[in-house]
């Protein structure tokens, strides 16, 4: 017998009738969507949670290589995102291009198993940031184009929060079999590949995309001028707010090399992920929607300022549980950050050049994580890890000083869909 539907979990449509809302107004492919991201995360993170180690301690790589490593991944997939972005846009299809990008991440996995050298994670880590880019901007338009614009918000935090479930299922399987594996973090990579393949397969079977993401009658040749010129300067301030904070957002890497600098042993080093992904998935839900309620830039600039305490808290740590008390906070500002980023491009973008918008988003953030990166790394190097983390909290602030003097409506960041 069904249940009815309370007053939190209904809204009224323009002709009166009833419209769902909550996780049961979500729509199912976004649901697939999520747990997509669910699983491949889980493969992700068996291997990254242990990767900085693994870099350190086995092949000798200094805190300089992981930033750069990290930052080069992470920019060469802003990079590709433009283009598969625009691609779907001018397709009309996204599916596609979020498959082939998923399925090159899984055929990557197997490179960190067999990997010697720096070298040859490095090239592993390409590979894998490569699929992230091709299925990065594509996937992230597609939820816009299925999500009712009253539950925007929220549709982004559950994929997000499904996404984080992964995120700290990845790091809780790596302790296991590392002390299953006797720290055999080679044989803990090998079984990254089956939750990879799972990923792929929800995504062929259970995802839908609309027939269109864009009527036949709008496709021409892709990234036009006319395209730029139809995105508003809210978006472009956005972008750059979006850029310094990513900055100042250097690699997770860095908060599993404060855990070993600390004294945490190296079977142990993925726990750092799991608490902070722990507090990510319990937060991303419901700050999105919150955002969905009141003025997204108000949660957005909560989140800003728990960064900087998270920051603080790094840089003055002396044992473990500061650090974990700052991976906390570190979590918890994923939480009220990235989902709402989002959102708010959906906000000021139209559905026409949504796939763009991302992908210049993901290229300006991408380059600039890649920036963000180097330089913690020197610092840390050369200075010290509280150096690190102070600077990102100058960074942060300067962020927070630039959100703060974004504008438009509250309206414009809730619940309006643009063009």
Do not use: C
């Not at 397969?201 to 496709?219: G, N």
């Not at 004294?263 to 993925?270: D, Q, R, S, T, Y």
């Not at 918008?357 to 994580?369: K, P, Q, S």
């Amino acid at each position: 017998m069904a249940t009815k539907a309370t007053p939190m979990e209904i809204a009224n449509s323009a002709d009166g009738q009833p419209v769902p809302t909550g996780l049961r107004g979500i729509p199912k492919s976004i649901w697939a969507l999520g747990f997509v991201s669910l699983f491949m995360d889980t493969s992700s993170e068996l291997i990254h949670s242990l990767l900085p180690v693994y870099l350190v301690s086995v092949l000798g790589a200094g805190a300089l290589s992981v930033g750069l490593i990290e930052g080069v991944a992470e920019a060469t997939a802003a990079i590709v995102k433009v283009f598969s972005g625009t691609l779907s846009d001018y397709l009309g299809k996204r599916k596609l291009l979020i498959v082939i990008g998923y399925g090159l991440a899984a055929v990557s996995k197997p490179l960190f198993a067999l990997a010697g050298s720096a070298t040859w994670i490095f090239t592993a880590r390409f590979i894998d940031r490569i699929g992230k880019g091709i299925r990065g901007a594509p996937r992230d338009a597609l939820i816009g184009d299925l999500a009712p614009s009253h539950l925007r918000g929220a549709s982004y935090g559950l994929r997000q929060s499904l996404d984080t479930v992964g995120a700290f299922v990845g790091p809780l399987l790596a302790v296991a079999f590392m002390f299953l594996l006797a720290n055999d973090i080679q044989a803990v990579f090998w079984i990254a590949l089956i939750p990879a393949f799972i990923s792929v397969a929800i995504l062929i079977f259970a995802v839908k995309e609309p027939e269109t993401a864009r009527s036949a009658d709008e496709a021409h040749s892709p990234i036009q001028v006319e395209d730029l010129r139809q995105i508003g300067a809210a978006y472009w301030w956005l972008v750059s707010v979006a850029a310094v904070l990513a900055v100042a957002r250097f690699s997770e890497a860095f908060l599993v090399l404060r855990a070993e600098n600390v004294g945490l042993a190296i079977a142990l080093v993925p726990i750092v992920f799991i608490v902070m992904n722990v507090v990510y998935t319990l937060s991303a839900y419901p700050a999105g929607i919150l955002s969905d309620r009141t003025d997204r830039r108000i949660v957005l600039a909560v989140g800003f300022v728990v960064l900087i305490a998270a920051d603080a808290v790094l840089a003055l740590a002396t044992d473990i549980w500061l650090v974990m008390a700052g991976t906390v906070l570190w979590g918890l500002h994923m939480g009220l950050t990235q989902g709402l980023l989002a959102a708010m491009v959906v906000d000021t973008t139209s559905p026409g050049i949504r796939g763009t918008a991302f992908g210049i988003f993901n290229l300006v953030t991408g380059v600039a994580l890649l920036g963000g990166n180097v330089v913690a790394g020197l610092l840390w190097d050369h200075l010290g890890p509280s150096s690190t983390f102070f600077a990102g909290a100058g960074i942060t602030a300067v962020a927070l000083a630039g959100l703060l003097t974004l504008q438009g409506s509250s309206q414009s960041f809730r619940t309006n869909d643009v063009g």
